[in-house]
């Protein structure tokens, strides 16, 4: 029991540092309160987004976009696998699986 604690602990230890040292820097942040937040992290080449924002529409205006899901706030973003990418993100290096950091890395 004790190791199990011990392994959930570290496991919301390690997510935690790793939100707290990734460099927000120019990104803007947008949150919408909804039954579940509506969620935004915009760079100057794309943003990533929580399940509300259709790839689809993304497609048709040509934004880059990458879309995480099961986020409540941006710090969650951050360690979710991307689900779903834009044709623009994804001609930027944007793939499916990746992290929401490794997404806005590249859409910075």
């Not at 803007?28 to 915009?42: D, G």
């Amino acid at each position: 029991m004790g190791r199990v604690i011990g392994i959930a602990l570290s496991l919301f230890v390690s997510g935690n540092v790793y939100a707290e040292s990734f460099d927000w820097g120019a990104l803007k942040l947008a949150r919408i309160e909804l039954q579940l937040p509506l969620l935004t992290a915009q760079g100057e080449k794309g943003l990533l987004a929580c399940g509300y924002v259709d790839v689809n529409t993304c497609d048709k205006t040509g934004e880059a976009c990458a879309i995480v899901s099961g986020v409540r706030n941006h710090d969650d973003m951050l360690t979710q696998p991307v689900l779903a990418v834009s044709k623009a993100a994804s001609i930027l290096g944007v793939e499916v699986g990746m992290t929401g950091t490794q997404a806005l890395e590249i859409m910075r």
